[in-house]
């Protein structure tokens, strides 16, 4: 098979997108496991959260984008309400018990959604604005991953923002350096780490939200999503959100090109990539010091 | 060298506590009714709680007793299956050789994911061991896939041991004793060496990993060697499960076989020797017994596994010997 | 005090458990199981489903020879060792036949298993019982064998498509099955192929494949996928422009994947399948079964329903026959000069290898035209004359074998 130029550049295209829902699923897990120390086993049950709550919200309103944003905001609701409720008593205690509690959650919803929503996926339609591609000669533009890109961007520089030049994002970046101090200063921590997983959380219903239209949305979309977020914040560097968003980028990438080239192993590439990397920098691309 | 000239030496003083007491005779109380579990439950199910239960101490070998999470142990549990049905398959042998392969495979994986991670601690390691494992999923189910027949099992002609004497392992009484056998042999095993030296030294790196570096052990190497060990006994669990099934099957790869084998391990007790066999054995009556009423088993499980974590964190077994020690001495908690 | 109700309430639900455990009541006739959790739910109850209301015709006529039958469903979870295990079980506590699956993989492997121990088993899924080695005595199928869809849509495709072909496959046996199907077909027909690309199960992104698809320019490209990737596929090939010019052939499609897909399912895409609810215009005997069956669930049965249907209503037919609800040994040459007429016109296991003659359909997609549950047109029936090999071929896989060994690409 050639590798015409046009052919290469689409795929670039089309990895870039790829690793738009790489870098939104793993900026909310770092940010979790940054200031939580919680691994979020239930981050791909929160994206698929996200898918749903788009096709109930677009069903009610009847337009994607107040769909999405609606989505968004009712899962980091949902995700504060877990945060407060359940798992916020597990801090302190062995690691693994926060970590248990997602785990368990990531079984118990999916069937819940089962329940309410039947066993057959539900249809989110693409966006009218952004149906069809842009053909030229032999290029192919698709819109809605063009769209996946831009928000990718945006949503990478309104988190830089956020983190560096908001008082909150300073307070969430000082919580995940050093709890103690934070607290010592009068700060209400624990809201701190709601607002904090509501964030992460919000991130993956955002993923899957953007999703829904591409793949099928049905309650066990999320379980293969957690393992893939958990290899990219791994590749990154555990605790680094900037990590996150390279180690989505260079995955998607990976996986686009695998999969034209070598497609039995587009699944097993990101396991490799993550070996590799290891290999060369055992903390992962940007880890930090301590951060084990 | 150095390492084990001071275990030895810690070993020499060797507090028998009332919980090892304990323990030593929950384990017998098990075994015993593993004899006539046959006959409580169903056979076919009364085999997986025995291998499961296995999977589970060999798991808890790391979690519980060494103080590390894994989150990979299906690739133990998956390779040390196909290396035990593949040289069956392949190479033709016989029931005690396929063991040992398994055994093998097991420890190998182990040993990969302790190179790449035994340094890391929590979180990386899980991560690591999660992703190996996945890895190795994927790669029998698709590029793999002619050695392993991917989706469609490698399946093995029926079995027999010849030596010491004859069984017949289609038979499902015989295929369990045999199973039996072989468990609580290895449950003997890991009883003696959680309570040798070395398994002395893991409790110590459980409880406090700087201070027993700073009595001059080698960390790494008794991390390393647990591991192994933990890789060892789960790889002779796939291969028991690769006689039981008559076929090695992709589903022990996945991932949710390492979020099952965690389940139940918590579920009676990391911290306590005999608490993952409980576990097992309760947490797979129950999943039997749920999903005859109602496809959506798994929403009860779900339920009653976070439940279990907020108000029992120190699971069945665990929470049990917690309330009798507390009986014992009512002034310390 | 909390946690004292809590313990209470666990250990009453294992009492519970425990009191109504035992498979020691009284033994049904049939045991079946189907992954009802997992991602195939849906199909597995619409087998489920099929089952119970064959059991509820039955016995509302009197049993089978005068007594009720009975029979058990469980969750096979999509494992091959829950489904062996629960096979077992129902073998040890006495019942003498089985049924079900979901999965070809799982459903060879309890095959093996009930040839091994003489255990009668009708399984009601897309599999390849009764080629090469796979074929046991005590194995019959109501599902089709998997090359059947394949070779069918090929048939017609070639006909009605175009010649110039290229594929995408699931990287396991069924998927490898459709594509040794098409490569026959092809070579009688004439057909020109460019090329077959392997896709592992679980691929969620296709659009790295569009632009070589429209780069090679095929007439129709044959979609050998199922589950979550068939509705990836579709709906990324709809976005990106694929199905507008080429046309879409997949050897295997259900209700659900044609709703999920949306407007994305056109005039375009052609699908395979093993019955569609529609027939019951043509063939008088479905009505009373797609009556029922949407009086109780508000839709029209699927492919799926008949299958479950059919098995077990071969099996109590074939019991009637043999005058006996346990002896295998009678039953099974019952079940092979069994005759009937149910949803799809006169049907039969052939005698040689177990295998239900059935009709393959080829709908086409409605795209946005779709309504409710009005989701295709059937626009041919291909008769399994045209579709099955002969027994000796079969069982030697002397035809499809070769070419699914060594496959172009692989």
């Known amino acids: 098979m050639e590798l015409s130029w046009e052919i290469i550049l689409m795929q670039v295209i089309m990895g870039l997108a790829l690793g738009a829902i790489y870098v939104l699923l793993a900026s909310g897990l770092s940010i979790i496991f940054g200031l939580l120390d919680v691994l979020n086993f239930a981050h791909g049950t929160f994206y698929m959260l996200g898918a749903y709550a788009t096709f109930v919200a677009i069903s009610l309103c009847g337009n994607f984008w107040v769909g999405i944003i609606a989505a968004v905001v009712i899962v980091s609701l949902i995700g504060a309400l877990f945060e407060m409720t359940l798992l916020k008593r597990l801090y302190g205690t062995d690691q693994i018990y926060p970590l248990l509690m997602c785990f368990g959650l990531s079984i118990f919803l999916p069937d819940i959604i089962k329940m309410i929503f039947g066993l057959v996926g539900k249809v989110v339609d693409y966006p009218s604005l952004l149906q069809g591609a842009t053909f030229v000669d032999n290029l192919i533009l698709p819109k809605y991953r063009i769209f996946l890109v831009v928000l990718m961007a945006v949503v990478l520089l309104a988190l830089y923002l956020f983190m560096k030049k908001t008082s909150i994002g300073m307070i969430i970046r000082a919580a995940t350096r050093d709890r103690l101090m934070v607290n010592c200063l009068g700060i209400n921590v624990s809201r701190v780490w709601t607002v904090g997983f509501m964030l992460g959380v919000g991130l993956a219903a955002l993923a899957g939200a953007v999703a829904a239209p591409m793949v099928q949305t049905i309650p066990n979309m999320g379980d293969e999503m957690t393992i893939e977020a958990f290899v990219v914040v791994v590749i990154g560097g555990l605790g680094s959100l900037g990590g996150a968003a390279l180690g989505g980028l260079i995955l998607g990438q990976v996986v686009s090109f695998v999969s034209l080239l070598a497609p039995d192993w587009s699944n097993v590439s990101i396991f490799l990539t993550m070996a590799l990397i290891l290999v060369l920098r055992p903390r992962g691309l940007f880890g930090e010091e301590g951060r084990d | 060298m150095n390492a084990k000239k001071q275990t030895n030496e810690v070993a020499a003083y060797k507090p028998h506590s009332w919980q090892t007491a304990l323990e030593f005779r929950a384990m017998w109380a098990v075994l015993a009714l593993g004899i006539v579990l046959p006959f409580l439950v169903s056979k076919p199910l009364a085999t997986e709680i025995m291998i499961y239960a296995l999977f589970a101490l060999a798991f808890n070998l790391l979690l519980g007793h060494t103080g590390m999470i894994s989150f990979g142990h299906a690739g133990y549990l998956g390779v040390g299956s196909y290396a035990g049905a593949m040289v069956v398959f392949y190479g033709g042998v016989g029931v005690w050789v396929s063991l040992l392969a398994a055994m093998a495979g097991g420890a190998l994986v182990a040993a990969v994911v302790g190179l790449l991670a035994v340094k890391r601690k929590g979180a990386y390691f899980a991560m690591i061991s999660l992703a190996i494992a996945q890895m190795l999923y994927f790669l029998a189910l698709s590029p793999f896939k002619r050695w392993t027949e991917g989706e469609d099992s490698l399946k093995l002609p029926p079995l027999s041991v010849d030596f010491p004497f004859h069984l017949n392992l289609s038979d499902q009484t015989q295929l369990y004793f045999f199973v039996f056998v072989i468990v609580a042999l290895a449950v003997l095993a890991q009883w003696r060496l959680l309570n040798s030296p070395f398994g002395h030294a893991l409790k110590g790196i459980r409880e406090n990993e700087d201070r027993i570096r700073a009595c001059g052990f080698n960390i790494t190497r008794i991390k390393f060697l647990s591991i192994i060990y933990s890789g060892l006994f789960s790889g002779l669990a796939g291969g028991l499960l690769a006689i039981y099934l008559g076929a090695a099957s992709v589903t022990t790869l996945f991932w949710m076989t390492s979020g099952v084998v965690v389940m139940q391990t918590v579920l009676g007790g990391t911290h306590t020797f005999m608490g993952p066999f409980i576990g097992t054995m309760v947490f797979l009556y129950l999943r039997n017994n749920i999903s005859n009423y109602t496809d959506r088993w798994e929403m009860w499980v779900g339920a009653m596994f976070m439940a279990l974590i907020l108000l029992f964190p120190e699971g069945i077994w665990g929470t049990v010997m917690q309330k009798i020690g507390e009986r014992r001495r009512p002034s310390a908690s | ?410």
């Open chain 3, 1 to 410: 005090m909390k946690r004292f109700l809590v313990l209470t309430m666990l250990a009453g639900l294992c009492a519970l458990a425990f009191a109504s455990a035992a498979p020691a009541a009284p033994p049904a006739d049939i045991g079946w199981e189907f992954p009802l959790s997992g991602p195939y739910g849906f199909y597995a109850e619409e087998m489920k489903r099929g089952v119970d209301m064959a059991v509820d015709e039955w016995n509302a006529k009197g049993g089978v020879l005068g007594k009720p039958v009975k029979v058990l469903i469980r969750d096979s979870e999509l494992k091959a060792d829950v489904a062996l295990r629960r096979m077992k079980e129902f073998v040890d506590s006495g019942i003498p036949i089985i049924g079900g699956n979901l999965g070809g993989g799982i459903s060879m492997v309890i095959n093996q298993w009930a040839n091994k121990n003489k255990v009668l088993y009708m399984s009601t899924c897309h599999n390849s019982l009764g080629q090469g080695s796979d074929w046991g005595y005590y194995g019959f199928t109501t599902g089709i064998k998997s090359y059947m869809t394949g070779a069918a849509l090929a048939d017609f495709a070639f006909e009605k498509l175009g010649k110039k072909w290229m594929v995408i496959a699931a990287d396991y046996r069924w998927g490898h099955d459709q594509v040794a199907a098409f490569l026959v077909k092809s070579k009688a027909a004439g057909g020109e192929f460019v090329g077959a690309i392997y896709t592992p199960i679980g691929t969620r992104d296709f659009s790295a494949y569009v632009p070589q698809i429209l780069a090679k320019k095929p007439d129709f490209l044959v979609l050998s996928v199922f589950g979550s990737d068939l509705v990836a596929a579709i709906k990324q090939f709809g976005e990106l422009g694929l199905s507008q010019r080429v046309k879409l052939a997949l050897p295997k499609t259900a209700m659900p994947i044609m709703k999920e897909c949306g407007s994305a399912y056109n005039e375009n895409v052609y699908g395979a399948v093993t019955w569609y609810w529609t027939l019951y215009k043509k063939y008088p005997n479905a009505k009373p079964f797609v009556d029922a069956y949407m009086k109780k669930f508000n839709r029209p049965p699927d492919a799926d329903t008949d299958s479950g249907y059919v098995g077990a209503q071969t099996l109590f037919m074939a019991m009637e026959k043999a005058g006996t609800r346990t002896d295998v040994a009678k039953i099974i040459p019952a079940l092979e000069n069994l005759k009937w007429d149910l949803n799809q016109g006169p049907e039969h296991f052939r005698k040689c290898d177990h295998v239900r003659t059935q009709t393959v359909v080829i709908l086409q997609g409605r795209g946005a035209k779709a309504k409710g549950w009005d989701l295709a047109t059937v626009i041919a029936e291909v008769p399994p004359s045209k579709t099955m090999l002969p027994c000796d071929v079969d069982r030697a896989d002397s035809v499809y074998g070769p070419i699914r060994n060594k496959l172009p690409g692989k």
